[in-house]
């Protein structure tokens, strides 16, 4: 998400070095949207007990966003007010308002729950520990795939590609990214048990 | 919405100019009297047509006395802005506003020749949700459709200053005012940006009451005019510094940014210095620092004239200013065109280097106390004006009328619209194609051209030309 950003700050400074800048600072937006997300479930898992209606309802909210972006399909406009300098501040919003880090949710407490009923019955703490470094791991793995794919997107139209490729090969995910959300969601809502 | 971007959206402005080129033109009609509506015309500029130089198709407008002035795109090349990700909208609406009824239509062209209305936001509503009124220049942008404002509240316009307001670019809602802190701008005419430099640059007329019923020469010799150029953060909103180019450079107009978004600097037309009659252009740059400045950097002076030849208003001056009234910058940034008005002159200046341009060429058309004739041997009222040049930059288009009011001043023997193209030759120089010549319909004169799919100066690029 954002590569085009990368791209343009890269050529607006002609410098490639702005190209790697601007990556990292998307990849620390990015990353701080998906642990602004994770971390209270995190925090929320505490309540062994729940865990099933914790799930279920995370499930429901992902389910909940895919359909309100299935039909609001309007670009969220407050991203238009952020400036080109913000770029980590960007990152954290888009994601925010696509759901990125919501999608993780559903998955994130299914690896929790998988791991939970391997080990047994920990102590309460060590499991909150073991959360919190699932947490890390799914939102790191998540930043890196996404940064990987947007960099060599990125590097690929700035060095061989040309711009002509961005409008050529920028296609409307909207429809695809909110069913995939209500997929997440419906796949997560049929594990829970 | 779209599946991909709108194939007339482009990255860059070499890519825009590499784009097949135009075949439609839309040129928009006013009854100076407003006793007929006001129209759009649709205009066949494709040579290899059988139609060519024709109007192919007129829209008129179910209301009168909207005077149309200036219009724009719902949406142009910077929806593909990476910031606002409006990849997928349509280059299919044209936004014109009546300047003299606040009356804003919603033009579907989608199928240019069956164009119809597809909103009409009457002036009440523009009143009401932004206590501005006499809508005029229309960019779109990162936050929807921008429209600057001649006039304020009140029945005259003077009740607060004019400024700029925002449209939703899918339902064509109003959404409100742009500023948040004008600082000192009390008129307006003009704006454009650099997105990913994030400034705006507006200019100024003057106010309802200085030019709806016609030019007042007790303001213009008082230097009561806009001489001031205002610099914006654009997304802050905020005005972070004006520049006054000195009172006697009355009617700061057009501000043509570069197009290249790499490119820190722009033009602003002037349209006479009070002091000597002289048209000017300024240049204007932003600094390492993040401010701006503005330097004089072309002159147009005055011709001598007996004062019989002269309409009451100059008698007194025995001369003809060249009245500065429209200006337009190629896709690359090489050639500035320059619409001296009063003298019936069109210039083309290369502008390679901003603080130094060269005059490259020049065509005489028109003109007070000229009457220039056209290579077809017809005639052509009034001067040069509103200009627009082709995408590739090869072919320049013009029509001839100012404002209803100020053409029958100016001109008081004068009728009728035309529009004419001239030709770009491949190291510059300029020459009236003697095939192209559109005459409007009775009654009707001739104002804002825009190309089918984009031109010069409606899009707006956020990444620059490699």
Redesign the interface.
């Known amino acids: 998400m954002?590569w085009?950003?990368a791209?343009?700050a890269a050529?607006?400074d002609?410098n490639r070095n702005s190209l790697l800048k601007a990556l990292i600072a998307l990849a620390a937006g990015h990353l701080l949207a998906m642990a602004a997300i994770l971390f209270p479930f995190t925090a929320l898992l505490f309540l062994v007990e729940w865990q099933r209606e914790i799930q279920i309802g995370a499930a429901c909210l992902v389910i909940g966003l895919g359909v309100y972006l299935l039909f609001n399909?309007?670009?969220p406009?407050f991203?238009?007010?952020?400036?080109?300098?913000r770029l980590a501040l960007?990152s954290f919003l888009?994601a925010m308002a696509h759901g990125a880090g919501l999608m993780l949710v559903p998955i994130y407490l299914g690896i929790c729950q998988t791991i939970e009923t391997n080990s047994g019955h920990a102590a309460a703490s060590d499991l909150m520990t073991g959360h919190a470094q699932i947490a890390v791991a799914v939102a790191l793995a998540h930043t890196l795939a996404m940064t990987v794919s947007g960099g060599s997107l990125a590097f690929g139209v700035y060095h061989w590609l040309?711009?002509?490729f961005?409008?050529k090969s920028?296609?409307?995910l909207?429809l695809v990214w909110a069913l995939s959300l209500i997929l997440v969601g419906l796949i997560s809502l049929l594990f829970v048990h | 919405?779209?599946?991909?971007?709108d194939?007339t959206?482009?990255?860059?402005p070499k890519?825009a100019m590499e784009a097949p080129p135009e075949t439609l033109a839309f040129t928009l009609m006013l009854s100076p009297d407003g006793s007929e509506p006001d129209g759009l015309a649709v205009v066949d500029v494709d040579p290899n047509s059988k139609t060519y130089s024709q109007i192919v198709h007129k829209l008129i407008m179910p209301n009168k006395g909207d005077e149309f002035h200036h219009f724009g795109w719902n949406a142009c090349s910077s929806a593909?802005?990476?910031?606002?990700?409006?990849?997928?909208l349509e280059r299919r609406y044209l936004i014109v506003p009546g300047i003299r009824s606040s009356r804003i239509y919603v033009i579907d062209v989608k199928e240019p020749l069956k164009a119809k209305i597809h909103k009409i936001i009457e002036p009440e509503e523009v009143f009401a949700k932004t206590g501005y009124s006499r809508p005029h220049t229309i960019h779109c942008g990162?936050?929807?459709i921008y429209v600057s404002t001649l006039g304020g509240g009140g029945a005259d316009g003077t009740d607060g200053p004019p400024g700029i307001f925002i449209m939703d670019c899918?339902t064509f809602d109003i959404l409100g005012r742009y500023e948040m802190d004008r600082g000192e701008q009390d008129k307006h005419y003009d704006f454009w940006w650099n997105?990913?430099?994030?400034y705006m640059v507006s200019s100024e007329w003057g106010l309802p009451p200085q030019f709806e019923n016609g030019i007042v020469a007790e303001d213009l010799l008082s230097n009561k005019y806009g001489h001031k150029i205002h610099f914006w953060n654009l997304?802050?909103r905020r005005n972070v510094q004006t520049i006054d180019l000195g009172e006697n450079h009355q009617m700061a107009l057009e501000i043509r940014p570069a197009h290249d978004?790499?490119k820190d600097y722009g033009f602003c037309g002037v349209v006479v210095d009070t002091t000597n009659l002289q048209g000017a252009i300024f240049t204007w740059w932003q600094k390492d620092d993040g401010t701006f400045e503005a330097k004089k950097t072309i002159t147009i002076d005055p011709r001598p004239e007996k004062a019989e030849n002269l309409p009451p208003l100059l008698q007194g001056f025995e001369a003809v200013p060249p009245l500065v009234t429209d200006i337009d910058l190629s896709l690359d940034d090489k050639y500035l065109y320059v619409a001296c008005w009063g003298q019936g002159e069109m210039h083309q200046y290369d502008v390679s280097d901003p603080m130094n341009p060269k005059l490259t060429g020049k065509v005489e058309l028109g003109g007070i106390a000229r009457g220039a004739k056209h290579p077809n041997g017809k005639g052509f009222a009034y001067g040069p004006q509103m200009v627009e040049i082709s995408r590739d930059g090869k072919r320049v288009y013009w029509t001839n009328s100012l404002y209803s009011t100020w053409d029958d001043q100016f001109y008081p023997d004068d009728a009728g619209g035309q529009m004419v193209m001239a030709n770009v030759g491949e190291n510059g120089g300029l020459e009236l194609d003697k095939d192209f010549y559109v005459e409007f319909p009775k009654g009707y004169r001739s104002h804002q051209i825009r190309l089918e799919g984009g031109d010069c100066s409606t899009d707006s690029f956020?990444?620059?030309s490699?």
């Not at chain 1, 991203?79 to 300098?85: C, E, G, T």
């Not at chain 2, 919405?1 to 971007?5: G, K, S």
């Not at chain 2, 959206?9 to 860059?12: E, K, L, R, V, W």
């Not at chain 2, 997105?195 to 994030?198: G, S, T, V």
């Open positions: 954002g085009p950003l791209v343009s050529l607006m002609k399909r309007r670009h406009r991203l238009a007010r952020v400036p080109p300098s960007w888009a040309g711009l002509r961005l409008s920028w296609f409307n909207d | 919405m779209n599946l991909r971007p194939p959206f482009h990255a860059t890519l593909l802005s990476p910031l606002t990700g409006h990849a997928f990162p936050e929807g899918e997105l990913p430099r994030d997304r802050e978004p790499s956020c990444y620059p490699v």
